[in-house]
């Protein structure tokens, strides 16, 4: 049955992996995220769930046994953050060019140096030309709705592609906050059964994975992998609307609030923009028609989209928790 709890932002994280039933988890513990396997971990040692958790030594591993198991034919998922999600950096490529479905939690922190264990999208952003899908959240609920339907989009046949999704450390993730959880069966209805594309373990139809590519089939690969991010922008939208049926939340790649006569506009990302939104009703309340654009999906990035959503805005701030050194803006 459904239910409504009070929970931190990385509790309703490994609540949606509860209810998802992953094969296997590969863990490695840092802040902010390290709740998130903890609780999952006590699920894995109560029999809620089916999962084969694999402890590791670092983050590097633990993506590395995530793409190991996924390439076997399993739903795999796993969550770090920051300086942890530095040293998954190498096999974040392997993953989304070898086209295997799974998802990541990215609890967003600051990375080193100096040292800083608080909120800041520098981790997530940094991996944008990974060729992962990125969601961010605004809030736990965000959190949780967004892990479920990271899964269909990340196995639909026509993407294939892994899912990082992203809330801020601390804000969102050690903050406790209303959550509507469906009911178990719902989302299990909803995810339906994984169906693995050529598995390492099939061995009637033998595979090889990770070969050699020189110039010619290196660029038949890279072209595919843009196709399906091409392709997912649609994927992204259909699932978004069977969600909405079955949960009364539909979701989209971004979340207008009062821009369709707004003449100033504020453009941001996560936990910011509930702050945003009073900042904007006062203004109103000044007289100034403004509004925000909450970015939702910033991989595949819907540029057209947010172009035509603005189009009639004057003016447009947009604040960001990262910073691109040398390049335009965050």
């Known amino acids: 049955m459904r239910k409504v709890v009070a929970i931190t932002g990385n509790g309703a994280a490994a609540q949606a992996m509860r209810q998802i039933n992953p094969d296997v988890c ?110 961010y959240s605004e809030n736990a609920q965000e959190q949780y709705d967004n892990l479920i339907q990271a899964v269909p989009i990340s196995e639909e046949m026509n993407v294939r592609l892994p899912v990082m999704v992203g809330m801020d450390g601390f804000i969102i993730s050690h903050s406790i906050e209303r959550l509507e959880m469906l009911a178990d069966e719902e989302v299990t209805d909803f995810l339906g059964e994984y169906k693995p594309h050529y598995p390492l373990l099939d061995i009637h139809n033998p595979v090889t994975y990770g070969p050699v590519a020189f110039h010619d089939y290196y660029f038949e690969h890279k072209r595919q992998q843009v196709e399906a991010m091409r392709c997912a922008k649609d994927v992204i939208l ?75 805005v004057k003016a447009v701030a947009v604040l960001d928790r990262s910073d691109s050194f040398g390049g335009l803006g965050g």
């Open 26 to 135: 590969a863990a490695y513990p840092i802040t902010p995220s390290t709740q998130v396997m903890e609780d999952f971990s006590q699920f894995v040692a109560d029999g809620l769930v089916n999962t084969e958790l694999i402890t590791v030594e670092s983050e590097h591993s633990a993506q590395s046994a995530c793409v190991g198991a996924a390439a076997a034919g399993g739903r795999v998922m796993n969550a770090t953050s920051a300086n942890g999600l530095a040293l998954m950096w190498e096999i974040l490529y392997i993953a989304s060019g070898s086209r295997l479905p799974m998802i990541l939690t990215v609890v967003n922190r600051a990375l080193s140096a100096p040292i800083n264990i608080h909120a800041d999208h520098g981790d997530q952003m940094g991996c944008r030309d990974a060729g992962w899908i990125q969601f």
């Open 238 to 312: 259909d699932i978004g609307r069977k969600y909405g049926k079955l949960s009364d939340r539909e979701y989209g790649f971004f979340v207008p609030y009062r821009l369709d006569d707004a003449e100033v506009a504020v453009v941001a990302i996560g936990s910011a923009c509930g702050t945003i939104r009073v900042a904007v009703d006062q203004l109103r309340q000044q007289g100034i028609k403004a509004g925000l654009l909450k970015i939702r999906c910033f991989r595949p990035f819907p540029a057209q989209e947010i172009a035509d959503a603005l189009a009639s």
